[in-house]
């Protein structure tokens, strides 16, 4: 096999941006689309000349795909990927990946036993100021951690949500920034931070009128004694990503797209606990950090996952890594809820308890479906 045969699972949004980038991958093929919404399928079937399908076992079924991209809201995510990974179909998913981590879970569970190949669409991971972020981090260049902050901004208006009837829903998303917009800052937060061992949270709606949150903060703590600081919001413009990493022998900070990192000598402890100037301090020195050219964006993700498929390639953004953001997302949302701190790992039955009260009440807007790609997150 010299081409992996693609399937797209959900052509409404995103998943129309996924089959427009797919004939710049020489090692990935679109092959075959499937939708629930027929006008959605038409329009699909026709733009992109393959075969299409309104249920998704029939996609599976048909032997015309090797894998396939799941772009479908959140709810559906484990059910169809469980079902293709159970036929020995490869997986790539949306994020994030499942609403609970009982159902992020049961893809992993399924993806390791089944042997297939499994990612989730974190294409934030390819650029190099992160990459070069995460090599600093893995050098061990920081030491020890000491401090994490994260603050993520976005900007959604009203008009968003009321564009279609699951949108800011707990029946249809599960949950606001936390689900849909937070996941990309919250994965590259957890990638190169580790986990929190516990969480203070407030969760807030605070502008718009929907079920779920549009803003969350929170506290963290570290199992190491290092503390955390954390926003995601989508109420403020301009909008942006900081992420401050501060060790013992380095602070890392990202932020609009630039890589900052200072090598701090001896040492912060180390320094504190050896002076013997009431006033001594240590040195601080900035230095550059080379990043690499590589292929960025949902493309290099899709590109990486046929590459695994073909040549044992290491995945990018592998499924069972796209768990920690989620993890995250879930212990605040409960500990925001409870008025209570909330440890990790979260308790799974806990947690699908939340969301199914939650559900309970849920109440799904009567509107017609707008399925537009955001122009900002197309590549």
Known sequence: ??????????????????????PQIPEA?????????????????ETYDVPGFEEHTELLDSGLVDAILIATPHYFHPPIAVDAMERGIHVISEK??????????????????TGVTFAVMFQQRTLPVHQAAKQLVDEGRLGELYRTLLVDSHFRSQAYYDSAGWRATWKGEGGGVLLNQAPHGMDLFTWLAGMPSRVVAQVHTRQHAIEVEDEATALLDYDNGAIGYFLESVNEFPTGMRIELCGERGKLLLEEGRLRFWEVKPGVRTTSDTTEAMWGRPDAEEVDVPLEERETGHAAIVRNVARAILHGEALIAPGPDAIYSLELANAILLSGDQGTPVSLPVDRDAYDAFIAEK?????????????????????
């Open 96 to 113: 994030p990946m499942a609403v609970t981590v009982s159902g992020a879970e049961a893809m992993i569970q399924t993806a390791e036993r």
């Open 29 to 45: 093929e679109l092959t075959a689309v499937c939708d629930i919404a027929p006008q959605a399928l038409a329009f699909a079937t």
């Open 359 to 379: 559900q309970a009440t849920s109440q799904e807007k009567d509107v017609e479906d707008q399925r537009i790609t955001d122009p900002n997150h197309v590549t």
């Open 1 to 22: 096999m010299d081409t992996v045969r693609f399937g797209i699972v959900g052509v409404g949004g995103m998943g129309n941006g996924h089959a427009r980038n797919m």
